[in-house]
C-alpha cells in the first residue's frame, strides 16, 4: 500500500469544509487503495461536533470508505468538548501539528486546501 495523504482543515467555514470533504472523495476516487486521513483543528472543530456539523452524511460516507477523521485533543480541550460530543468514529490525536508531522514522516502527502 502506498503511503498515501493527509489533509489538513482549520477553518470553520462550512464551504471550506465541504471543498475538503470533496477533494478527498475525489482523491479516494482515482487512488482507493491509499490510506487517507483529514486531521481537523482549530476552528474546523464544529466539522466533527455531532449537533454542530452540516457534513455528518458526508464524513460518515468517507468513514466507510476506509478516511480516517482525526481531531486534536488540544482544540478540544481548549474548546470545552467532550469525546461524546463528537461525530462517530473520529479519531482522537495528541495534537493536530504532531499528527501532521508524524504523517509527513510516514511519507504522506500533506494537503491544505
Do not use: W
Amino acid at each position: 500500500m502506498e503511503p498515501g495523504a493527509v489533509f489538513h482543515i482549520n477553518e470553520a467555514s462550512v464551504d471550506k469544509q465541504r471543498k475538503v470533504l470533496k477533494n478527498i472523495e475525489n482523491l479516494h476516487k482515482e487512488m482507493p487503495d491509499i490510506l487517507v486521513e483529514l486531521v481537523v483543528q482549530g476552528d474546523a472543530i464544529n466539522l466533527v461536533v455531532d449537533g454542530e456539523t452540516a457534513l455528518k452524511s458526508e464524513i460518515a460516507q468517507l468513514q466507510q470508505q476506509g478516511v480516517v477523521m482525526a481531531v486534536c485533543q488540544n482544540t478540544m480541550r481548549g474548546k470545552g468538548i467532550n469525546r461524546e460530543e463528537l461525530v462517530s468514529g473520529v479519531t482522537i490525536v495528541p495534537s493536530a501539528v504532531g499528527e501532521l508531522v508524524r504523517r509527513q514522516q510516514q511519507g504522506m502527502a500533506y494537503i491544505k486546501p
